[in-house]
């Protein structure tokens, strides 16, 4: 059974300022994907990435994933306000059924 | 290209009442996924379907929850004799051809149950 962590559960930080969120996940997974949400709303997709080494960058987020390590990050670049939200890591099943989600980092940027 | 839709966002019911959530996909999307999150958590798998077939069920709790997605219409995900632990938001995902060829799932909206 897939297992997905994520770390940390909150982040709080400075404007300008730049932070990793980690995704660890317990077993065989080909694709892991990353998703936004902002308090009240739904799930909007950020990435999918599906090979070893594969790295994704929109603006000032990055995701990157490391299949041996079974490890994704999402790399925050000069943080500004509106990239205060939740952020979920997931790991796709190899029957392609569910995506099991990590607990999610809450993350603050303050001015 | 209207995205997943769900409704009602926001339902309120008495412990002992049914609910019953809707879920239309996107369209040209033959899967739907429903998932449960509960406040401060992750959101968590509970079934797979496509039209007229339950392909996953292993998320769903045994008894009260079922789940549907007929030819024509809606998914409908229904919940009997609702308790207090059924608070929680239900979202809706779909996706045209499943997760096994590495497509994302597109979310709906939410619908927030409030047990009271």
């Known amino acids: 059974e897939l297992k997905v962590e994520q770390n940390p559960l909150f982040l709080s930080m400075q404007e300008g300022k730049n932070y990793t969120i980690y995704c660890n996940y317990s077993?065989?997974?080909?694709?892991l994907y990353w998703y936004r949400q902002d308090p009240g709303k739904s799930l909007e997709s950020l990435f999918v990435?599906?090979?070893?080494?594969a790295v994704k960058q929109e603006g000032r987020l990055m995701a990157s994933l490391d299949t041996k390590a079974r490890l994704s990050t999402l790399h925050i670049t000069a943080a500004v306000h509106d990239l205060s939200a939740t952020y979920f890591c997931a790991g796709g099943n190899n029957a392609g059924n569910m995506l099991t989600f990590g607990g999610g980092t809450r993350l603050m940027v303050k001015p | 290209n209207a995205g997943v839709m769900q409704n009602p966002r926001h339902l309120v019911r008495r412990r002992g009442q049914e609910a019953r959530l809707r879920c239309s996909p996107m369209k040209g999307h033959s899967h739907v996924y429903w998932y449960r999150q509960l406040p401060e958590e992750g959101l968590k798998f509970m079934v797979y379907l496509q039209k007229e077939n339950i392909i996953d069920e292993s998320g769903m709790p045994k008894e009260r929850f079922s789940a549907e997605f007929p030819k024509e219409g809606p998914s409908i995900l229904r919940i009997q004799q609702v308790v207090r632990g059924d608070s929680a938001a239900y979202f809706c995902a779909s996706s045209p051809l499943g997760l096994a060829t590495q497509e994302t799932q597109y979310f709906g909206p939410g619908t927030r149950l409030l047990v009271l």
């Open positions: 077993t065989t997974s080909d694709r």
């Open positions: 990435l599906l090979s070893n080494g």
